[in-house]
């Protein structure tokens, strides 16, 4: 099982434009949520997937969007970007099921520099 | 508004010490504290959970101490080593919500 996997790895854009980021699920996993992690900071909830839609959002302007094939993998799509969006983007996994506290298992990140 | 503050920011303990960090929170409908271990170049992993329920739970060498009273919960690490060195989080969650964090403690364990 290779667990969460996030592409790329690192990504440098300049203000103003747009990009994508992309995570597969750990296989059976069924949910996926994305989180925005600043330097030196905790993870800080964007948004969740389920059944190919936006289920929750956290404190985000609709400059940060997203979408969830049938497959299960998502992606997070930024637009618009700002100096401030430069941050460890991870994609977390888990199963909407019948345990409520299901554990979410993540990816190791995207690193997006924005210049 | 931060709704779960860790303390410390940074800790350096010796080999075999045994490292506290601290987390308090304010919403009382959280029912969920996991603590999560990250090594640079990669994603938090959950270390252990508790519920409120309880007041204490141990694995292995990782330990939660919950205090509902004082809306306080902490994480021990007993014997610790260089390979516990790494940046924890604590979070809390009400069921069906998302995961909230504190802002990390980076701890190094020196030989």
């Known amino acids: 099982d290779a667990g969460v996997t996030q592409s790329p790895t690192h990504l440098i854009k300049t203000r103003g434009q747009q990009v994508t980021l992309r995570c597969s699920p750990k296989s059976g996993h069924d949910t996926v949520s994305w989180y925005q992690q600043a330097l030196g900071q905790g993870p800080q909830f964007i948004f969740q997937?389920?059944?190919?839609?936006?289920?929750q959002r956290g404190n985000f302007p609709d400059r940060f969007s997203g979408h969830q094939f049938p497959n299960y993998s998502s992606e997070l799509n930024v637009n618009a970007l700002l100096l401030g969006d430069s941050a460890l983007y991870l994609c977390a996994s888990s199963t909407l099921g019948t345990d409520s506290y299901n554990e979410q298992f993540f990816g190791p990140g995207t690193r997006l520099t924005v210049l | 508004q931060q709704q779960v503050k860790q303390s410390p920011q940074s800790l350096i303990v010796q080999k075999g010490g045994i490292p506290i960090i601290n987390c308090a929170y304010e919403n009382t409908a959280f029912d969920y504290f996991p603590w999560y271990q990250q090594f640079p170049g990669k994603g938090p992993a959950l270390l252990i959970a508790i519920r409120p329920d309880v007041s204490e739970k141990k694995e292995g060498r990782f330990t939660i101490s919950f205090n509902k009273s004082a809306k306080q919960f902490s994480l021990h690490i007993m014997d610790s080593q260089p390979g516990d060195s790494a940046t924890y989080f604590c979070?809390?969650?009400?069921?069906?919500?998302?995961?909230?964090f504190g802002k990390g403690t980076r701890l190094s364990v020196i030989a």
């Open positions: 979070a809390a969650r009400q069921v069906y919500t998302p995961l909230v």
């Open positions: 997937y389920y059944e190919e839609e936006e289920r």
